[in-house]
C-alpha cells in the first residue's frame, strides 16, 4: 500500500513556493521535503488540517492511495 502525497500539484497550480507554504503551514520545509517525497510515516491532523485551510483544498485532494502490485512497484 502507498499513500501519495500530490502537495506539488496543489502549490503548482497556486504558484506558492515550498517556503512560502511551509511557513503558512507552520511546518519546515524539510517537512514539506518528507511529506512530498512520500517518506512521511505519519501526519497529523491539525497538520493536515492546516495544510488544507492553506490550500483551500479537501485532504482528497493532496492525498491518494495506491494499491501495492507489480506495476506499481519500482526496481526488479
Do not use: H, Y
Not at 517525497?37 to 485532494?61: H, M
Amino acid at each position: 500500500m502507498a499513500i501519495i502525497v500530490d502537495i506539488d500539484i496543489e502549490l503548482s497550480k497556486r504558484k506558492m513556493s515550498v517556503n512560502d507554504f511551509a511557513d503558512a503551514v507552520g511546518i519546515s520545509p524539510a517537512n514539506i521535503a518528507v511529506l512530498k517525497n512520500g517518506r512521511a510515516k505519519a501526519v497529523r491532523f491539525s497538520t493536515l488540517d492546516a495544510i488544507c485551510k492553506v490550500l483551500e483544498c479537501q485532504p482528497g485532494d493532496i492525498l491518494r492511495w495506491v494499491p501495492d502490485g507489480p506495476e506499481n512497484q519500482n526496481g526488479p
